[in-house]
């Protein structure tokens, strides 16, 4: 757990100012009437999208399969696009896009019609229909977003691929939800140069044992592509000639609208799935009650990748839905310098920010002069998410980014939600710094004790989600039983999150990180036993344990111990540490690459087998090793120990 564990006497408040409490989509009322009728509540929210069909039953609820909307139709690519474009909003900006060699594009609601509609031509003409997957493994550019409203146009489901993944990642993906079609880009621009996309998927669908029948590319960065005839086509060549007439049909509410895969606890990752009604319902909702949104007049920017759930629900879905005129950036903050991103908040006169704390801790370190240099007074409101933000980076992020004059929401949340849970609304919530404080309107969360049992004020525990929410996952694609083993045995009858969570004095929400073996490194889901599995599939590897140490910048950091073949010596060449990473690398990709890896003689295991992770985070993370009476054999840590000092770890 994370050094929160102390906190739970944070005393300093920041309640919102009446000015900003004054023109606050969200009033404080809306607790009330949530929890006075919570489907009630939810239905309200739902009536605000567009139905081809209205719903009949609002929830259907056989735990833990829940249903929401039942017998409703609609369409996610009309409530994105053409609602706007049909109430006169055509005009209004829905993406400033800027590519990282600073190209810009600016794109209305209109305009992204046209696109979409032509790309749902395409995507037809080469055969996809409703029920169908393609997977989506492309760099952060508007095509990416084109390419998802386009499927969802269609029902096609889509599976999005971050584009930092590996070969083998994106293949198992592929293999995984009986993928046809994948969209990509023959690459991307990333800290000034040309990095490719396409060869990575054409190493993934090497082999042949796919379904994969088309390959859509899309001309980023004019790099030389290897190309398959008959598979692989141009995006410009397809959807450029096709017609821009499309009319989206409405699909079940329930109708799978994509899946997106995240680590779990074991090696193979879950394909988390969301369908139509509820999740476009919650992300619209929450959209517009925590951020604020009023669309006529905000310029919104979401940093998350379109790889991510928060690029799903925050770039694409909500915003789009709520008619937001957003940033979309290419690249990464310190590229072609640290001023970067500050520049673009001045450029765009961006208002509602979300970002993620390791990104804000990155930017402490550079210092202030970076900020300054901007003027950043267009900002009124500030968003955190992915793990939990220290108090410090919290405060950083009020009196630096927000000149101490913009509400701070942190949201809790993750894939498997699909739309923001806890957080503070921001006219109504005195928010503590660190904290994301309270369950929003409509959505039930506790923390609970080993047994279940509810804990009081001052204490920790498990967080856990005791009613059904709109936006819940449906499953784990292919896999019913994983679904309920993993989510719903743990506590029987409420949904375990897999975080550690503690009630301060006055019962505000305080997450304290995994409980289970998920590392978060920089906001990302990593699971310990998928980055094992892949150093023990290295053939110098007998075994191997990983696990998160605490890092000031990434919030975790990987670090490995892994015990060599028999006949090499057990003394770990630089060459063969920097081969292991490359082979994580590799494997999964580079967010996986360990930061430190140690060669070791054994591994401290219990009498039984288990291996000790609690030890080897306290070696990796410099502390005094704890009891290790349990271990077969007590000597272990300090052999491990020495050798850890006299190991180095990159920076
Ligand atoms: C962590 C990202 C503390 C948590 C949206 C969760 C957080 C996992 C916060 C989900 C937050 C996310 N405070 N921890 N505000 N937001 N987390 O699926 O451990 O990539 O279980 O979804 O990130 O990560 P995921």
Not at 59 to 79: C, H, R, T, V
Not at 311 to 318: A, D, F, K, R
Not at 433 to 456: F, H, Q, T
Request: charged share 20%; aromatic share 8%; with cysteine.
């Amino acid at each position: 757990m994370s050094s929160l564990e102390n906190l739970s006497h944070e005393n300093r408040t920041f309640p919102p100012t009446p000015a900003f409490t004054a023109q606050a989509n969200a009033q404080a009322t809306l607790y009330q009437e949530a929890a006075d009728d919570r489907l009630a509540f939810w239905a309200r929210q739902a009536e605000l999208l567009h139905w081809e069909r209205k719903w009949d039953q609002v929830l259907e609820w056989e735990l833990p399969n829940a249903k929401w909307f039942l017998g409703g139709k609609l369409n996610a690519s009309y409530n994105c696009l053409d609602r706007h474009v049909l109430e006169g909003r055509g005009d209004r900006v829905a993406f400033h896009f800027e590519g990282e060699p600073g190209d810009t594009r600016t794109i209305t609601y209109a305009q992204m019609l046209v696109e979409v509609k032509k790309t749902a031509n395409a995507l037809l003409e080469l055969g996809i229909g409703a029920g169908d997957r393609v997977a989506i493994y492309m760099p952060m550019i508007p095509e990416a977003a084109v390419a998802m409203l386009a499927c969802a146009r269609i029902g096609a489901a889509h599976s999005v691929v971050f584009g930092g993944f590996s070969a083998e990642a994106l293949k198992s993906r592929i293999l995984d939800a009986d993928v046809t079609l994948v969209i990509t880009s023959d690459g991307g621009y990333r800290k000034g140069s040309a990095f490719p996309l396409k060869p990575v998927v054409d190493a993934a669908l090497a082999g042949g044992d796919h379904n994969v029948k088309k390959v859509l590319v899309v001309n980023r960065t004019g790099q030389a592509v290897a190309w398959v005839g008959g598979r692989d086509i141009w995006w410009h060549e397809i959807v450029d000639r096709q017609s821009a007439e499309h009319v989206a049909e409405g699909f079940d509410s329930e109708h799978v609208l994509f899946i997106l895969y995240t680590s779990g606890t074991t090696a193979k990752p879950k394909g988390i799935f969301h369908t139509t009604g509820g999740y476009l319902t919650q992300t619209s909702f929450t959209h517009r009650a925590v951020f604020d949104l009023k669309a006529e007049s905000d310029v919104y920017w979401c940093t998350a990748d379109i790889g991510w759930i928060t690029g799903h629900s925050y770039v694409l879905y909500g915003p789009m839905i709520n008619g937001a005129t957003q940033v979309m950036y290419e690249g990464t903050p310190d590229s072609p310098t640290k001023h970067r991103l500050f520049q673009l908040i001045e450029k765009y006169k961006v208002s509602i920010l979300y970002t993620a704390p390791t990104l804000i801790r990155t930017w402490m370190k550079w210092g202030d002069e970076y900020p300054a240099d901007s003027d950043l007074t267009s900002l009124r409101l500030l968003g955190s998410v992915g793990e939990p933000i220290n108090p410090e980076a919290w405060m950083w992020y009020r009196e630096v980014i927000g000149a101490d004059a913009c509400p701070v929401v942190d949201t809790w949340w993750q894939t498997e939600t699909g739309g923001l849970m806890i957080s503070p609304l921001p006219g109504v919530t005195a928010t503590k710094p660190g904290s994301a404080m309270a369950a929003l309107p409509g959505i039930s969360a506790k923390v609970v004790d080993d047994e279940g049992r509810d804990v009081a004020n001052g204490q920790g525990g498990y967080l856990v989600l005791t009613e059904p929410w709109p936006a819940m996952l449906r499953g784990v694609w292919g896999e019913p039983e994983r679904y309920r083993e993993t989510y719903w045995s743990r506590f029987p009858g409420k949904y375990f999150a897999g975080d550690g969570a503690k009630l301060d004095d006055d019962g505000a929400i305080w997450l304290l990180g995994r409980v289970d073996d998920v590392m978060n490194i920089s906001g990302h889901r990593i699971s310990t036993t998928e980055v094992e599995s892949s150093l023990v599939s290295h053939i110098n590897v007998a075994e191997a344990a990983v696990v998160g140490a605490n890092d000031a910048v990434t919030g975790q950091a990987i670090v490995a111990f892994v015990i060599l073949r028999g006949g090499i010596p057990s003394v770990g060449g630089e060459e063969l540490i920097a081969d292991l990473k490359a082979h994580v690398t590799q494997e999964i990709g580079a967010i996986a690459r360990p930061k430190q890896i140690l060669v070791v003689a054994e591994l401290p295991k219990t009498r039984s087998g288990k291996i000790m992770r609690r030890l080897l985070r306290d070696v990796a993370e410099h502390r005094t090793v704890g009891d290790s009476t349990t271990l077969a054999d007590p000597n272990i840590m300090k052999l491990i120990g020495e050798g850890l000092q006299s190991s180095k770890s990159e920076d």
